[in-house]
């Protein structure tokens, strides 16, 4: 999955506007216009698209753990060089507060199953024996669920 997919699909699952999702950057301190949020929010075929950053992406993820959980006490986290589709997943269970029952219960609503363990696994720090890389199609279940989720609850 890129950057430019992920960001689109949480939008979509939010139902965020552009303005709404310029004040999740702010919320980890960092201006974008809407021109750039534009061109990152495009697909690769159309024009005035723009490739997003691994950089830009953890802010915005960061941003949004912030706008969720409450801003914390001394300095912000520093955002990803380089993103995994293990540290998204973090990101994402940090930001809405999810526990392991969640996160399964979001990838079943898209036909994914996991059982606990292999979660936990994705969880674990990289030179840990039981960590697993996750996979895009893991990632692209557990946002399609979410888009489920949190679209049924709007609609």
């Not at 929010?41 to 802010?59: F, H, N, R, V």
């Not at 915005?60 to 540290?87: D, H, M, S, Y």
């Not at 893991?138 to 049924?152: E, V």
Request: glycine share 6%; with cysteine.
């Amino acid at each position: 999955m890129n950057n430019n997919d992920i960001l689109r699909t949480l939008r979509y699952a939010f139902a965020w506007n552009e303005a709404k999702m310029i004040t999740i950057f702010g919320e980890a301190e960092q201006r974008i216009t809407a021109g750039q949020l534009s061109g990152w929010l495009k697909k690769e075929e159309e024009p005035g698209y723009q490739p997003c950053s691994d950089t830009q992406l953890a802010i915005f993820l960061n941003g949004l753990i912030t706008e969720k959980r409450g801003k914390k006490e001394g300095a912000q986290a520093v955002p990803e060089q380089r993103l995994t589709n293990n540290i998204i997943l973090r990101k994402l269970k940090i930001a809405l507060n999810l526990k392991d029952d969640d996160m399964l219960a979001i990838l079943a609503l898209a036909n994914a199953r996991l059982s606990k363990h292999e979660l936990s696994a994705f969880f674990r720090r990289p030179d840990h024996q039981h960590y697993r890389e996750c996979k895009d199609q893991i990632l692209r279940a557990f946002l399609k669920g979410m888009s489920l989720k949190h679209r049924a609850h709007d609609g």
